[in-house]
């Protein structure tokens, strides 16, 4: 999964320091996927090395030091929202993150990323189902394999319609305005509450 | 493109509104698709994206009330009732939920119907009727009556019948609906190896896996193509991915 990208995303919200990113990771994606402080200084670390993040400003009164998004932290960003997550990497639990993510910041057009997402899913499906068609049945380990991948990609495919259709069903008006440019911060606070609630 | 061949199917910015006024549902919305010969065509979206709509526009079972519809290069709309009626009968074969088999002919019967209808002779109908319920895996069944087949069994007769006499587009509304999931397998092998033979097909399904057999898959929404899935990996890089 993409520690890096999620802590840009949540830096776009404003500046702010290594804990309070761990506690906001783990709010918003209901603590599955536990981060440790460690890890959010070393990749800030890294983030700031590549120029993805600065400090802003200098460190408050305990000695921590908040960061800030940089243009080029703002365009990588934008790239992780618009493409789709590889199959190559631990792919259900970025794409969970990213779509937490996604859902509880504003101006993020989340229809956008769940139908990106979906067309790259099925392409992979339809590679493997043409593969699948060209087996003979002479080699069960290989199609057992490939049998694997074809329900993940079919469960990821239905868990990408039924997150579209929740978020169609919470609020129609918002779902079609977050098609166009930007969502008024209020009316993603909303989807937020009923995602962060529960 | 060659200016000699033409796609199987051509959709060109079509329109389908029902009813006027500050109630009309706008259906399609400026839909444009072709559809090669030897091409499989999955068409997915949610409930009430016009997906249906599409499917009976581009079969001639409904007219658009805007763009054009074209099959083999032959625009629907400078056609006559009778030649619209052959049209359907001898090019395309439809596939529907509900299968519309005729209660009081066998499956042989059902299937060489369109055939009788259309003039040709008896032997030769009932020939390639045969022929059409081995494609589907039902030979000895020709003789059944609808009630006495299952569920699944009627359904490849009624694909059977969609496909009889090398139907050269196929369109297919949700047709592995009802059936268990080794069936509707067997349904969209027919279907794949019919456009393997040459055939245009455009299949309309909500299930991923069977959208998968299709060479390309387009998703409506609202009316309006939004995505559409590109050309195919090579099983190398696919390999590469899994191993
Ligand atoms: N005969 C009709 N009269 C009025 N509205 C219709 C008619 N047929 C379909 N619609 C409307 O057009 C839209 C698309 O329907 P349809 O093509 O059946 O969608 P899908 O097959 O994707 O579920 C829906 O809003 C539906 O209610
Ligand atoms: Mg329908």
Known sequence: MSIKHSLLALLHEGPMYGAQLR????????????????????????????????????????????????????????????????????????????????????????????????????????????????????DLAWELVLESLVFADEAEIRWLDHVEARIARLDP??????????????GSAGVREAVTRR | MSTTTHPALLLDGVERTHGTGPTAVHALRGVSLAVEPGELVAVMGPSGSGKSTLLNVAGALDAPTGGRVLIDGQELSALGRKQLDRLRRRTMGFVFQDLNLIPS???????????????????????????????????????????????????????????????????????????????????????????????????????????????????????????STGDAATPESLLDRVV
């Open chain 1, 23 to 138: 506690g906001e990771f783990e709010a918003r994606t209901g603590g599955t996927w536990p981060l440790n402080v460690g890890q959010v200084y070393t990749t800030l670390s890294r983030l700031e090395r590549d120029g993805l993040v600065a400090g802003a400003g200098a460190p408050d009164d305990e000695g921590r030091i908040a960061y800030e998004l940089t243009d080029a932290g703002r365009a990588e960003l934008d790239a992780w929202w618009s493409v789709p997550v590889g199959r190559e990497q631990t792919p259900r639990n970025e794409l969970a993150i990213k779509l937490a993510l996604a859902v509880t910041l504003p101006g993020v057009d989340v229809q956008q990323i769940v139908q990106t997402q979906r067309t790259a899913t099925m392409t992979h499906l339809r590679d493997l189902t043409r593969l699948k068609r060209t087996a003979d049945g002479e």
């Open chain 1, 173 to 186: 008006s918002q779902a079609k305005a977050s098609r166009t440019a930007h969502v008024a911060s209020a």
């Open chain 2, 105 to 227: 002919l066998t499956a042989l019967e059902n299937v060489s119907l369109p055939l009788e209808l259309d003039g040709v002779a008896l032997r030769t109908a009932r020939a390639a009727a045969r022929a059409a319920l081995d494609k589907v895996r039902i030979p000895e069944l020709a003789d059944r009556f609808p009630e006495q087949l299952s569920g699944g069994q009627q359904q490849r007769a009624a694909i059977a019948r969609a496909l009889v006499g090398d139907r050269s587009l196929v369109l297919a509304d949700e047709p592995t609906g009802a059936l268990d999931s080794t069936t509707g397998e067997a349904v969209l092998r027919t279907l794949r190896q019919q456009c393997d033979d040459g055939a245009a097909g455009l299949l309309v399904t909500h299930e991923s896996r069977h959208a998968a057999w299709a060479d390309r898959v387009i998703f409506l929404r609202d009316g309006v193509v939004v995505d």
